[in-house]
């Protein structure tokens, strides 16, 4: 029996249209999604949050999904349109098991390898984003995706080690500001690169850019039951209490104060703060359970949202 589709999965429905999943629950039957990718001619082109909105309105409103339980507008995939899901630790194996392997496919084959012996075993690792559905090419990232909460601080750390060792190179200067300017932050270039270079969740090996993205192991899940309520903007001063769960979907900073925690849906806001820091945080109020939290990246984009650590 196949998995459930979790974060870091892709979906390919009945009309090809490429989806990567956002929860690890469905809602109303539909797996909550963003679409990434559209077809043109054998190939997929990568599309961004507006043009997807754009073209799922034009011609395919089916997928337009009110999200009651998050209060937000996103991507729902009918179970019934589901053609293929593509599975990152199936296409890590695939890349592993295949004698005929691109420039690409060898330097993941070399990179997990150097993981795997470090102590992150093969099956706790996937490849995500182009190299998932094979629409990459020489220039593409590669997205390595580890399974489980210990395996994946476990992989930051022997990151860091790489790094400091040179077996594995830091971003360069060129390569943070390309990043920098594909996500457009709320923030400064200097306060984007002062937060990322701590992170150690990105490298280059032999000149190709990785990320490490966190995946919850399929007994670490659990269903959030709450719904949330947005209630308008605020920025606020807070110190984090607890930052266990700073890499997971979404980014979560247990913060003291009236607000019970701040959660972030975009990528930038991930490992942003550790436990003990002070932050500044833009966001959006929401409401469950007679609490209130803030969230960062209520757009993919999250424009004008924003956590930054002070002091």
């Known amino acids: 029996m196949k998995p459930r589709p979790r974060p870091r999965d892709f979906i390919q429905t009945k009309e090809n249209l490429i989806f990567a999943v956002v929860s690890y629950f469905p809602e109303s039957d539909k797996i909550l999604s963003f679409l990434r990718y559209v077809p043109e001619g054998s190939k997929f082109k990568k599309v961004n949050t507006k043009q997807a909105g754009e073209i799922l309105k034009d011609k395919f409103r089916e997928y337009l999904f009110y999200s009651k339980k998050f209060d937000a507008h996103l991507h729902g995939i009918p179970l019934k349109n589901i053609k293929k899901i593509f599975y990152p630790q199936e296409r890590l194996r695939e890349i592993l098991d295949s004698c005929k392997r691109d420039d690409i496919e060898e330097k993941i084959l070399k990179l997990t390898g150097i993981f795997n012996e470090k102590g992150i075993p093969f099956n706790k690792m996937g490849i995500s984003g182009s190299v998932l559905i094979k629409n990459h090419n020489k220039n593409s990232d590669i997205d390595l995706a580890i399974y489980g909460t210990k395996n994946f601080r476990k992989a930051r750390k022997i990151l860091e080690k790489l790094i400091t060792s040179g077996e594995v190179l830091e971003l360069n200067n060129e390569q943070w500001k390309e990043n920098y300017d594909r996500r457009k932050p709320a923030i400064s270039y200097d306060e984007f690169l002062r937060h990322e270079k701590r992170k150690y969740n990105k490298g280059i090996i032999d000149g190709t850019k990785f990320d490490l993205l966190f995946v919850k192991d399929t007994n670490e899940i659990k269903k959030d039951t709450k ?80 956590i930054v650590v002070r002091g």
């Open 227 to 306: 719904n949330y309520k947005k209630k308008g903007k605020i920025k606020v001063i807070a110190e984090v209490i607890d930052d266990k769960f700073s890499y997971d979907y979404p980014a979560r900073y247990k913060i003291k104060g009236e607000f019970s925690e701040v959660a972030s849906f975009t990528h930038t806001y991930v490992g942003q703060a550790k436990k003990g820091e002070v932050i500044e945080v833009s966001g959006i109020i929401e409401e469950y359970d007679g609490k209130k939290r803030i969230v960062v990246g209520t757009t993919r984009e999250a424009g004008g949202e924003y």
